[in-house]
């Protein structure tokens, strides 16, 4: 097994001394963005059936755009996510991020073109960009060592409640859908009208919470040290861990190398070390994506249909796996710190190996019934307890201090590029390949992705992030 160095893993301070209610209460306000995105992330997959008909759209080439036009505005919101944040401080933009989120949500709710749509999605999305790249690097530069894993995955599990959240609501708003209704009834009926724009909509409203909520975080304390404003990041961290805590701490983040930020992105593409991580951060970022597991929420009609379910089954079908999602993302919370990263992390891509294939099977013997929905299941399972939380684990706390907003920006961006492929090609491939051969495909990547991550993946839980940066000098 790849493992850093245990030799300088003594904590800078012991976990009784630390303020949990502090931590968890400052945490789960910077996670309420992954509650957002992962809303946002999924409910247009409920709405899918609805929007097509009223917007008229029967070309698969159209369905992908209006399923992936907002990742457009993801990967403008994780490119800027990292140059701005190094300059104007983590919390001003999650603040900037919240407000995104407001706006855009009542925006697409009231769209009466495609065009119009498309714009608010695309706009929409740079707040998800912003907040998927904040959110998790805010959390991992706050949290003590020994808590880091558990609290970035908070995150995750924000955004599956999100996720959650809009499935419930999916199916709470959708009126039941006559079998064997046609796209014109459906068109002309409550969902078809008025049912989808509210699944839009009613995003404002957590959203208006998250706004105001962030207004009470405090700065990230590294990058208040790296500014040279040190008392305020000793402030912060003494609220953390006390004032023992707090000088450690800062001893430890002086000892990095010094912090330019105007030449971040130059010395994260300059460095050989560097490159090495980034290398690292950008595979995860786009394995957790192209390990295909995003299709079933965004193309949940799709999938189920495949396997013989109608519009209102699919709904509460979607609720049922948004639950699984939920329970396995729990899992994971408890066990980040305690079984590590690495262990996560092979075993649910091994896991989705076997389903996939499996899967594949079944859908080429055009197979319906319980079965499919239960391999359903168990692939969101595998992914839940792994890539889904842990890559955003990994990726938040493997870069150096100097180059983290800006590391942190380049593969959160590879990520968005690689969903934007995901989710535009599938319903070429799915039409193309049929949901066999799709399914095959994702069971090809995630076998790629065991075998990188048992070469090039280190185990990093309990290691404070100073301790991390050592360890790729």
């Given amino acids: 097994m790849i493992a850093i160095s245990q030799s300088e893993s003594t904590p800078v301070g012991q976990e009784g001394s630390f303020n949990s209610f502090y931590i968890w209460a400052v945490s789960s306000i910077g996670a309420l963005g992954g509650l957002l995105f992962g809303y946002d992330w999924v409910v247009i997959g409920g709405a899918k059936p609805f929007y097509e008909r009223y917007f008229h759209l029967s ?5 992908g755009w209006a399923m992936s036009c907002a990742l457009i505005g993801c990967l403008l ?21 919240a407000f995104v989120f407001t706006i855009s949500s009542i925006g ?12 608010w999605r695309i706009f929409g999305g740079c707040g998800i960009g912003l907040a998927s ?8 530069e706050l949290a003590p060592s020994h808590l880091r894993g558990k609290l970035v995955s908070l995150n995750q599990l924000t955004i599956v409640i999100g996720m959650l959240l809009a499935q419930i609501t999916n199916w709470v708003i959708a009126q039941p859908v006559p079998v064997g209704a046609s796209t ?6 409550w969902n078809g009208q008025v049912g989808w724009r509210w699944m839009f909509a009613i995003t404002a409203v957590p959203a208006l919470l998250f706004f105001t909520a962030s207004f009470l975080l ?5 990058w208040l040290a790296q500014r040279g404003l040190k008392e305020h990041a000793r402030k912060v961290l003494a609220k953390i861990g006390g004032p023992s805590y707090a000088a450690n701490s800062l001893e430890e983040i002086d000892s990095s190398a010094a912090y330019k930020p105007e030449a971040a992105a130059k010395k994260v593409l300059g460095e050989a070390k560097i490159r090495k991580v980034l290398l690292l951060g950008i595979t995860l970022a786009v394995l957790q994506q192209w390990c295909g597991i995003n299709v079933i929420f965004n193309y949940a009609e799709e999938v189920f249909s495949a396997a013989g379910y109608q519009v209102s089954d699919i709904l509460f079908n979607i609720v049922v796996t948004g639950s699984v999602n939920l329970v396995f993302t729990l899992i994971a919370l408890f066990t980040v710190d305690k079984y590590g ?9 091994s896991g989705l190996v076997v389903v996939y294939i499996i899967l594949g099977i079944f859908y080429r013997m055009h197979s319906h019934g319980i079965h499919m929905l239960l391999l359903v299941l168990c692939a969101i399972a595998c992914y839940a307890m792994s890539l889904a939380p842990v890559t955003w684990v990994i990726i938040s706390e493997i870069f150096p201090n100097r180059v983290r907003g800006a590391a942190m920006s380049i593969s959160v961006a590879a990520l968005w590029v690689a969903c934007f492929i995901l989710t535009y090609t599938f319903p070429l491939l799915n039409r193309a390949l049929g949901a066999a051969g799709t399914f095959w495909i994702y069971a090809a990547i995630c076998t790629g992705g065991v075998a990188f ?18 360890y790729w000098n």
């Fill in 453 to 470: 991550l048992a070469v090039r993946l280190p185990e990093t839980k309990g290691r404070s992030l100073e301790d991390i940066e050592r």
């Fill in 133 to 140: 790249s904040l959110s998790p690097m805010y959390i991992a």
């Fill in 108 to 119: 697409t709710g009231l769209s009466s073109s495609f065009a119009m749509f498309v714009a």
């Fill in 218 to 222: 405090p700065e990230s304390p590294r």
């Fill in 184 to 189: 014109q009834q459906i068109a002309a009926s």
């Fill in 59 to 63: 070309d698969p080439a159209m369905q």
């Fill in 341 to 349: 990263r690495r262990i996560l992390m092979l075993t649910g891509c």
């Fill in 77 to 97: 919101g994780a490119m800027v996510s990292g140059k701005l944040s190094d300059r104007y401080g983590r919390k001003p933009l999650l603040i900037v991020a």
